[in-house]
Structure formats: C-alpha cells, structure tokens
C-alpha cells in the first residue's frame, strides 16, 4: 500500500516537473512559453462511444505568455507546480483548495484573484498530467454527500479499517462520502435501485417514509451540484454493485445540469468524466410533463431560466428526443416546480404515488 | 320673414381671446402632465432670466426654489439679478401673452413669442386660482415693487389685485412666486435637476442655484466670468422672404421709392444690388412701394433669386464657442476625453444660423448604455420629444461604427459618451408650439452631421491612440514582469541555471534582435553574433563590436578601424524583416574571464526603443 502511494507520488511528481521543464525548455529555446489544453466550453465536448460519456473534443485553445493573461497563467502554474512538486508530493502533506488559494497570497504577483481561478488552475493540471487532484495531494472543501439504505462497506481511515453499515450504523443523515472514494470498499447489500437526490428535503422525506425499506432503494442526497466524491460514488455503486441509478431533482434547467454532470460528465471538468460519469443513470424527475399531468403548483419562469434552457438546447448532453420535448414543453407553458411541490397533493404522495408510477414507468420496478 | 340664417349665427359669432384659447389647450404650450408642467414653467422663468441678465451685460446669477405646497400642488420661486422691469410694464410681461421685445426683432434669443411665463401664470392661475406674485427692483437705491397678478383670460389683459413697495435684499432683479398643480420628480432626463444641469452645460456664464423640495441646494457653477458675444439684431434676408410679409412690408414702409425700400429692409442690399434687383424684375426703381400690384412682388421674389446676393450676416449669432461647451462638458461630467466644434455660420430660408457640437468620452459614463442626447436651441436645452427632432435624426444618419462606436440597430449610438449639440439661429424651425424638437430641415441636419462628423474623428483618434497605448503597457508588462519571474520561477523548480530571455523580448516587442553568444574553440573561443529582424521593416545598419583582441577568419569580413589601444570592427547589414543573419570569428588566446567580460555590441542606425541584446546609436548608414 505504501509503496503503492510512494509509485503515484512519484509519477505524479515526473508529471508536474515535466511541464514546469517544458516551459523551461522553451525559454532556453529561444520561444516564448506556450501550453496547449483543451477549449472547456459546450462546443468542445465531445461523445466518446466506447466509455458513453461527454469528453473534450479536438478544439485546443492557446495560453502563451504573448498576452499578458497568458504570461500570467504560466506563472501562476509554474508556482502552484512548484508547491505541489516541494511541498506536497516531497514532504507528504496535502491542502484543500481553499487553501491553495490563501497560499497564493505570499506569490506577489502570481497570486490567484478569487478562488475558482485556482480551482480552475488545478483542473488546468488534472488536464495536461492525466492525473486527479487528490495525486497532487489537492483535497475539496465541499463535504461529501450522504447515504441511506441497506449498503454495507469497508472505509479505511487513519485509524485503521471500520465496517459500516448504511442504515443501521448512522443517524438519520446517513453515511458521509469521504472526499477519497477510493478509500472505501463496497462489500454487500441488499438494493434493487438507487435513487440519488437533488435536495435534502426530499431526501428527508424518502426516510421518513420508510421508502428505502419499502422499495428496497439506496438514497443518494446530491447537496445541489454534485461533488466529485459524490458522482465518482455513484459510478462505482453502478458499476461494481450493478445497481441502477435513478436521478430525482427539482424541474428546473439547473436542476437538469445536475443530471446531466452525473450522467454525463460536467463541461467544466470533461477530463474527469470517464472516472466520474455514469452513462446509466436515467432522470426519474420532476420533468415539465409531469408539472402537467400532476397539476403541481409551479413558479414563472425567470429570464435566466430561459436563457439556461434556450442554451441546453444546444448543449450536446441534452441533444436527444426526450430532452428536447421537455424542455421546449416547459418553454411553452413558461413554468417550472420544485420536487417538495409534491407535497401539496399529501406527503405520502410522493412515495405511494409518483415515484412508484414513474419507477414502473421506467421499466425498474 | 324669418331672417336669414347667417343673421342668426352672426350672433354667436365671436373674436376669441389668445388667453381663452390657451385656457382650452394647454397641452400646446407643454403643461400636460404634472412633472411636465413645472419644468415648463422653470424653464420659461430661466429663459427669460438668463435673456434679460445677457441684455444688460450682468453675468446671471438665478436661483430656482421649489417648495411643497400641500396636496398636488408646489410653490415655485425664481429669482434673477438682471436688471429688473419697470413697473409699468410688469402686468403686460408677466400677464398678457404674446407681449414681449423679442417678437419683431431678427436676433438669436431664448425666447420669442412672448407666451412662456405668462403661459406659465395663467397655468397657475386655472390650477389653483391663485395670483402670481412678483417682486423686481431696478435700482440699487430705490425700494423694490411688489405686485399680485391675475390674468383676465376673456380679455387677455392684466389684473393687479394688490401693488406696493417693498425692501429686497438684492441690489436689482425680479422675483416671480407662483404656485401650481405639478410635481417635483429626480432620477430622468426631463426633471428640473437636469433640466439645469444641461443649461450650465451651454451657459457657462451663469451662476444656477436649485433648492429641491426637501431642502437639499444644489450649485451649478459658472466657468466663465466673460460674458457670451451679445447677437446683434439685423434686418431680413431677402432668400426665403415669403410673398406676404413682402407685401406687408411695401404697404407700409416710410421709403417713397423702391430702390431705397428695397436697400434699407433689407440685409446685404446695397445700392448696387437693389438696382440690379429692379432691373431683372423689370420695375422702375422709382417705383412708389405702396403701389407695387400682387404681380410684381412676385417678380420682386424671383428677382431675390435671379441676383446674386451675400449671406446674411452672422454677428446676429451668439455661439457658445468651443471652448466654452469643452469647459461646460468638463464641469458637469467626469470623462477622459472631451472634443468640441463651432461651425462657420450658414443659411436656411434666409435665417442665419450655426451648428455647435461636443461629444465627451469615457470616465464615469455607462458603458453599456445609449449616449447621452443633449440637444440645445439658442442655448435652451430641449428636453422632450428627441425621437421627432432634427438633431437625433442627424445623430442616427451617421454610421458611428466608423468612428469606433456601437451603433446598436443602426439608431442612437451605444456607450459611454454624451454628445451636445446646440443650433442657433434668429429664427429655429421648431416642430410645434412647445418648442421641444428642431424640425428636420435639410440645411440644418447637414450642419449638425458635418459637425458631428468632424468631433466624432477626433474621438476616434484618441481611442485608436489608446488602443496602441495599451498593447504597449501590456507588451511592456510581460517583458518587464511576468517573464524574467517565468524564467526564475521555472529555473528554480527544474533547478538549472536561469535562460536569458532577451530573445523572447525581442520577439514580443517585434524589435530587431542582436544576440552575441561564445563558445570554447582551441586555444580562444568562437565568437558567434546572431542578427534577427521581428520588425515589420526592413533595416540596414552598422554593428560596431569594440574591443582589444585581434579576431581572426571573420565571416562575412568587418571594416576595421583602429582606435587606439580598442579596435572597432564594423559590419554593413542588411536586414529584411523576419529574417535573420549570423557573424562568426574566432578569438584567439584569451581567457573565460576576458571572453565573459566583452564590451556590448553597439548597432547604429535603429531607434533604441527597436533593438534588445545591444547598444543603439542614432546614425545615418548609408
């Protein structure tokens, strides 16, 4: 195990010289410093058939230290490699991203602006190494989501190896995701589905009504836009426990991103998606359609409501029948709801009546 | 027998009164809404104020003060120092409408017809039954006059209902209190705030004070103490003169020939033109004028413009002159770049008049929004109505993308800048009644689009200046900054000596690159030179390498010149852009530290700021 770490300290140290070196080069060649990486926008992503997730196509974009934005995010990647390379790859030790971003604070005028820049240098180094954040010893600040049900796994800790049980040994939050998944070993369980899920209201109510016992379901609670950990969790339960997974949000187009980053891949982190996306999950809900059939109470659609659906319409991810005739139908009845608007139709409803009209719907129970 | 009917409708009959028909409509004279109606009345109050000030050489010293009176209602007060009215004539001035000095003369005035304050006083009047009151003082030494007016709207005369004298703190002025049903609003173009702010814009002769509802004073300041040119007055022109003024004027001139008539009523006729005015209209100069028939003023007409006669004059115009709309600009805006115009004065239908314009550019200005619209008629700002007026059309016939500005849907321009403008004339074509809008006469809108044209260049200079200003700081930035930390950043991280980036700042900079490098050759050392063009041009120069040490197999051979103890061997090159050359010798018998320690290369013929890897020298190569 240690020596196993000790490999991927190492590999991951060659990567990072190996651009700082590259850039070196270019200097002692006489060029002027330049780095190659993928344009990250919808237009540059791309169907990979063989792994049935969204990835970067082709379209390369250009940082060369020509412009002074350019020269910048050279510099700036030179010093977070730097920091990486001394001090987390050779002294053992790590940062989250927030981090990062303080220690940016001593770099004068390499220093990040806000943080989403250094979260977006990091991914820049995912990018061009092949590697993942947690081999630069780079850990997120977002807690990982929860889980609920009959799922027994093995997490390894800093003090030692713990057997937990998903429903028996937590509170009524669930189980934590740690930030490093793969730290935990699935071990058994007893699931027909899992139902992931946007908000932590529904989330709640789905245990309060004994629907996991009931339906036999593992509960997945998203937190909104979900994390790494959360969506890397979710390919693993699908893959390894040959579990489908069912998404259940909100009917609104940031609601469907978030369906579309579990199942597809999200735009800003591409790279990733073969690691993270699971091409099986389906989109179980609140679709525009069932705004109508069930008469739930809605709210109007804002502007940039439909500026976000009018701009999926012309993302790759959604660019299937089904989407299309959602989202035009919620463009025409100008509406959207969110999963608690089940409640008013009784707080049993949305156990007793939707989920299992849409799950037989479905084909998955 | 019954009589017959137009006896009958004889009875009804009747003349109206000017006053009874303005009762009617009101709307005409821009007291519609409540927010409208007291910009009107301000606006006509500052009018005159700033007219009168000018006429007696005073610099205007006017403050506007609105007051809540309860309900709908508000109190009015402006006071001016100008030279005050005697107080015979302040029932006619203040109550009777079309009563004024300006209507019979030909000179460029604020106002004209003589309507506007007292259209102002019968509004106050119909909405709260209220007199209007005024105080004015014309001599230092005597007690000013106050008086309580009403007008007789059936007769169009002024009723006192109360005069007396009273103390007043100012030395000479008039002081108009009004109330009436309006309102007071901030925050849009058509409120008094900017109403005032765009007159200081053009006035900036004059001291404006506003005290809002609330207390709250806010101070126009002057930028000038130099009075504006007063217009002179001047008689007609005889282009654009219509038949029946013509007929007019020859009915009751005091000339007994036509010559002379035609000499002194009319501007640029002399003796010589009136003669040659008769003989193309075939009439006798000795012509009595009350005896010329319908027939013949026509000829007179097409005789006007058959003979070849000057423009009218122009001292009849008071612009506000470039200067001055650059100082208004800058007093009332913060923005980067200010240009302004005066053009050269010009005609329509015989009514002298000139086009002024300013565009002021960048600072505080939304970068997002429409410019800013400041249209303004003898030196009156317009505040309504700028989607019928001559000005904006003017504005949206210019195709402002060529001068480096937004021009969203092809209509008013987009982005951080206001444009003025400013039409004087004796006589402004105004669209209606309410003087809002400059009507769209083809003589005029040229003018305005010459003159905007012509400011609109200047503008677009300076942002292609700034745009080459700022790729140089950022070209400058990079080579002086972020570089050398690349390459010590980098080399620190690799652990390898730093590489010298003087290469890669001459690429940047697009600069001609002079690269000395040595390497260890036998006993001495191989000197090699490289010699890169990044420029866009072609160079021809002379590298100068000075030092102690004979050189030997030198390619290409250098001219030698001995100077003394130092040896100067100098190459001619030509360099083409993007290409590059390399010279080579050996050094024989010296030492790493002497090697290490050569003097800089020296290239004469090329700018210093051009070259990276050498000295510069200016020179001449021929």
Known sequence: MNTLRQQRDKLAKKALLGIVDGFYQQLDDQNIPTLMLPTRTKNNIEYNDESEVWVYGDKESERSAKTVKGARQILKMSYTAELLIKEHLENNRGSTLRELYYISENWDIAKFNEQPESDRMIEDLEIVTSLQREDFHMRPEEDGATIFGDLRLKETTKRGERIIHCRNDVGEGGYQIPFSVDNVEFLDHDAKFIVAIETGGMYARLIENGFDEEHNAILVHLKGQPARSTRRTLKRLNEEMNLPVVVFTDSDPWSYRIFASVAYGAIKSAHMSEYMATPAARFIGVQPSDIVEYDLSTDKLTDQDIKALRSELSDPRFDSEYWKTQIKLQLDIGKKAEQQAFAGKGLDFVTQRYLPERLTEMGII | ?622
């Open chain 2, 1 to 622: 027998m019954a009589a017959p009917i137009a006896v009958e409708l004889a009875k009804k009959q009747r003349a109206i009164s000017i006053a009874e028909f303005f009762e009617k409509n009101r709307q005409i004279l821009g007291f519609d809404s409540a927010p409208r109606s007291l910009l009107t009345a301000v606006k006509e109050a500052v009018d005159n104020a700033l007219d009168a000030c000018e006429e007696a050489s005073i610099l205007p010293d006017i403050l506007v003060s609105i007051e809540d009176a309860g309900g709908d209602n508000v109190t009015l007060i402006v006071e001016d120092n100008g030279p005050g009215i005697v107080n015979e004539q302040i029932p006619k001035i203040f109550a009777k409408l079309l009563y004024g000095s300006r209507f019979h003369s030909i000179k460029q005035s604020r106002g004209q017809q003589g309507i506007g304050i007292s259209a102002a006083v019968l509004y106050s009047q119909l909405t709260t039954g209220k007199p209007t009151r005024i105080i004015s003082k014309i001599d230092r030494d005597k007690p000013a006059h106050f008086c309580k007016l009403v007008i007789n709207t059936s007769t169009n005369e002024p009723e006192i209902l109360e005069e007396k004298e009273v103390e007043w703190d100012r030395p000479r002025g008039t002081r108009v209190e009004m109330e009436m049903k309006a309102a007071y609003i901030k925050g849009r173009r058509q409120s008094v705030v900017e109403y005032l702010k765009s007159t200081a814009i053009v006035n900036t002769h004059a001291r404006l004070t506003l005290v809002e509802p609330d207390g709250n004073t806010i101070v126009f300041d002057r930028a000038t103490d130099l009075l504006p040119e007063p217009a002179q007055e001047i008689l007609p022109h005889p282009e654009g003169i219509e038949l029946g003024t013509l007929i007019k004027m020859l009915r009751y001139t005091d000339r007994q020939k036509l010559a002379p008539f035609l000499r002194y009523s009319f501007s640029r006729i002399g003796l010589h033109t009136a003669e040659e005015i008769c003989k193309a209209a075939h009439l006798d100069p000795d012509t009595e004028p009350p005896n010329i028939s319908l027939e013949d003023a026509k000829k007179l007409i097409g005789a006007f413009k058959k003979v070849k006669i000057m423009a009218p004059p122009t001292d009849c115009l008071s612009p506000i002159t470039e200067s001055l709309i650059y100082k208004g600009l800058e007093k009332e805006y913060s923005v980067d770049f200010i240009a302004t115009v005066t053009r050269p004065a010009s005609v329509h239908s015989g009514h002298p008049f000139l086009v002024e314009a300013g565009i002021a550019y960048g600072g505080s200005l939304g970068k997002e929004d429409r410019v800013a619209i400041l249209r303004f008629a003898n030196r009156v700002p317009l505040m309504y109505q700028q989607g019928g007026c001559a000005i904006t059309h003017s504005i949206e016939n210019i195709r402002w993308k060529n001068y480096s500005i937004n021009q969203p849907g092809g209509s008013i321009p987009a982005g951080p800048a206001v444009i003025v403008v400013h039409v004087a004339s004796t006589h402004i074509p105004f669209t209606s009644e309410s003087k809002d809008a400059v009507a769209d006469v083809p003589e005029i809108m040229n003018e305005v689009e010459l003159a905007l044209k012509e400011v609109a260049r200047k503008l677009k200079m300076y942002l292609s200046k700034q745009v080459s200003l700022s790729k140089r700081r950022e070209k400058e930035e990079i080579i002086k900054k972020l570089l050398p930390r690349i390459a010590q950043k980098v080399s620190q991280v690799v652990e390898k000596p730093m590489p010298d980036i003087t290469p890669i700042v001459a690429k940047i900079m697009g600069n001609l690159l002079v690269y000395r490098t040595v390497s260890k050759n036998g006993d001495g050392y191989l000197v090699d030179i490289l010699i890169k063009n990044y420029s866009s041009a072609n160079m021809t120069i002379n590298l100068h390498d000075t030092h102690q040490y004979p050189i030997r197999d030198a390619k290409p051979d250098p001219k030698v010149i001995s100077l003394g103890k130092d040896t100067d061997y100098i190459w001619k090159l030509d360099v083409r852009s993007s290409s590059n050359l390399t010279i080579q010798y050996h050094l024989p018998f010296v030492s790493e530290d002497e090697v290490n320690s050569l003097p800089s290369l020296i290239v004469e013929g090329v700018d210093e700021a051009m070259v990276n890897g050498a000295k510069a020298i200016r020179g001449y190569v021929d």
